[in-house]
């Protein structure tokens, strides 16, 4: 299993320029997540999903946008970059089930986004 | 909001020495998790406690979480280069779909 993939690893953008940032698991886990890190700071959510199908917005969703056609993907999108959104990107994915409490998350490696 | 609050930002130890960050929660937590991070890398699960005074040990290092379920310790006795890294600890508040809620992690330099 490769896990939590994610690409690319770097990224250059101008501001007012838009990417998406491409996430896949390969372990049938129904949930999925986007963080952002930036220097210093802890992990801050910015969308989530249960399934394919299902996102919600976490703590930091202004500026992005997110998609869950299938359980495998779940692609960022940056719709005109600001320089705010320089940060790492790290995509998650976990297994909860009803009743239990929340499963350990698996992180991709990260994108290093950079808006100038 | 909810936050989880972790100190110290910063630790800088001789190899050999002990090491503790500690997290505190405003609010009651469903469990708590631990992740390390290394220079570079991504946050790797280390652990996750459920019960009121919990105590789990993996090697050197040891974790525990508070009766009241509001803070959580991680210790590592005699720390080696390879401990290296940033450690978070991250809570799931009751009655939450399960998102964690990362504190800002204890950056840990160790000293040969």
């Known amino acids: 299993n490769a896990g939590v993939t994610q690409t690319p690893k770097f990224r250059i953008l101008k501001i007012g320029q838009s990417m998406t940032l491409q996430c896949t698991q390969d372990?049938?886990?129904?949930?999925m997540y986007w963080y952002r890190q930036d220097p210093g700071m802890g992990l801050k959510l910015i969308y989530y999903?249960?399934?394919?199908?299902?996102?919600d917005k976490g703590e930091v969703p202004n500026g992005y946008n997110v998609s869950r056609s299938t359980t495998e993907d779940f692609p960022l999108r940056l719709e005109l970059a600001a320089p705010s959104q320089t940060s790492v990107y790290f995509c998650?994915?976990?297994?909860?089930?009803?009743?239990?409490?929340?499963?350990?998350?698996?992180f991709g490696p990260g994108t290093r986004l950079t808006v100038t | 909001g909810q936050q989880v609050m972790q100190i110290p930002q910063y630790q800088h130890v001789q190899e050999g020495e002990d090491f503790t960050t500690y997290c505190n929660s405003s609010?009651?937590?469903?469990?708590i998790q631990w992740y390390k991070q290394r220079p570079g890398g991504h946050p790797v699960f280390l652990i996750q406690?459920?019960?009121?005074?919990e105590v789990k040990k993996q090697k050197r290092l040891t974790f525990q979480f508070g009766e009241a379920k509001k803070n959580s310790s991680l210790h590592i006795t005699a720390t080696q280069t390879t401990d290296v890294g940033t450690y978070f600890c991250?809570?799931?508040?009751?009655?939450?779909?399960?998102?964690?809620?990362f504190g800002k992690g204890t950056k840990l330099s160790v000293k040969p």
């Open positions: 372990m049938n886990h129904n949930y």
């Open positions: 991250a809570g799931t508040r009751r009655g939450s779909q399960g998102n964690l809620i």
């Open positions: 406690l459920v019960k009121s005074g």
């Open positions: 998650a994915s976990s297994y909860p089930s009803l009743g239990r409490p929340a499963y350990e998350q698996y």
């Open positions: 609010t009651t937590l469903s469990n």
């Open positions: 999903s249960v399934g394919a199908g299902i996102t």
